[in-house]
């Protein structure tokens, strides 16, 4: 009786729907990935992040305009040393390619989050792709590395409270508005659908502020073993929802 429940017709095919200007996903399952195959951990993350290459492209192919990628979150540093170096050499592998190999592309790279505890190699690389990119037209990717909603928060309170001191902003003048433009994602649309594979039902910190009306994609598909079917699985679940951001 589902079609009962529905506003819309259902919609299957994604040449005709509209899409979310602007994606999250919360990249999880690379351990259990690599458990269930009697691999190291750090096995999962090097084919998570070869899924990450690969659905990067497609959103960037089918038109999408801002994905956001959680690849670190500010509690990711509990995980063992061992798990962590993997995690980092990893991200130096894909800076150095995006930089070496992705000279002609269209995509903007930019990194949000606390980026000052990265080693100041990391940190030139993040840099140097953020410059490199910042003036293509194609799709905006965000990676999200050391960022936590929370954390970001705290930061645009400090500067919100410092701006006030110095006379910069008045307090009755912070509105909703001015709370976004002090995030990470300033400038960018808030994201319209958050995909979770892996199963797990909660936010792990993401996009706190920015994900208030989001829609909601949990998938039962571990990271590493995501295809684009399932993105445009997720973008079809997405068209069929019906957003009322509180109306009716
Ligand atoms: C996501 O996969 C990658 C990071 C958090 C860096 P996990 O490593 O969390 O994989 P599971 O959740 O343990 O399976
Ligand atoms: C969220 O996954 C962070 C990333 C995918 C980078 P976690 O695996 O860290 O989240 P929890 O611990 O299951 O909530
Ligand atoms: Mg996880």
Redesign the pocket.
Known sequence: MAFFNRKKPELTDISQIELPAHIGI???GNGRWAKKRGLPRSAGHSAGAQTFRKIARYCSDIGIKHLTV????T??WRRPEKEINALMKLFKEYLEEALRDFKDDSIVLKFIGDRTAFSPELLQLMEENEEESKDRDGMVLNI?MNYGGRAELVTAMQRIAADVKNDQLSADAITEQVISDYLYTSGQPDPDLIIRPSG?H?T?N?LLWQSAYSEYVIMDVLWPDFKEEHLNQALIEFANRNRRFGGV
């Not at 959680?70 to 979150?73: D, E, L």
């Open positions: 919360i990249m999880d959680y690849a670190f979150s509690e990711n999200a797990e909660r792990s993401f």
